[in-house]
Nanobody, 115 residues
Framework: QVQVVESGGGLVQSGGSLKLSCEVSGRTLSAYDIGWYRQAPGKEREYLARLWDNGLTQYEDAVKGRFTIFRGTTKNVVYLQMNNLKPEDTAVYYC?????????WGRGTQVTVSS
């Protein structure tokens, strides 16, 4: 069983920055990808970025150039650096671990950007 825990959310002013963390633990995984998603009130969950096990990254257009996904010094922690935040970035941010057996989601961390 894989556990995924997000952290680092909070309240920030427009133009500010936050760094979210996604920690994966539990059953040892040989290879996995990490994706970041968000869901604003009344909206569908939205894909933001993905980090493949081989180091490749991909970003959704709305966050390209502002958000950066990267792995920490320990393989089981992946970060999402968010710069130049906007009020429309307000949402619950989720991390998804994708591996051979399937996908595991965290419970999310709230990000609120004030204008």
């Amino acid at each position: 069983q894989v556990q995924v825990v997000e952290s680092g959310g909070g309240l920030v002013q427009s133009g500010g920055s936050l760094k979210l963390s996604c920690e994966v633990s539990g059953r040892t995984l040989s290879a996995y990808d990490i994706g970041w998603y968000r869901q604003a009130p009344g909206k569908e969950r939205e894909y933001l970025a993905r980090l493949w096990d081989n180091g490749l990254t991909q970003y959704e257009d709305a966050v390209k150039g502002r958000f950066t996904i990267f792995r920490g010094t320990t393989k089981n922690v992946v970060y999402l650096q968010m710069n130049n935040l906007k009020p429309e970035d307000t949402a619950v941010y989720y991390c998804k671990c994708s591996s051979g057996p399937g996908d595991s989601w965290g419970r999310g961390t709230q990000v609120t950007v004030s204008s």
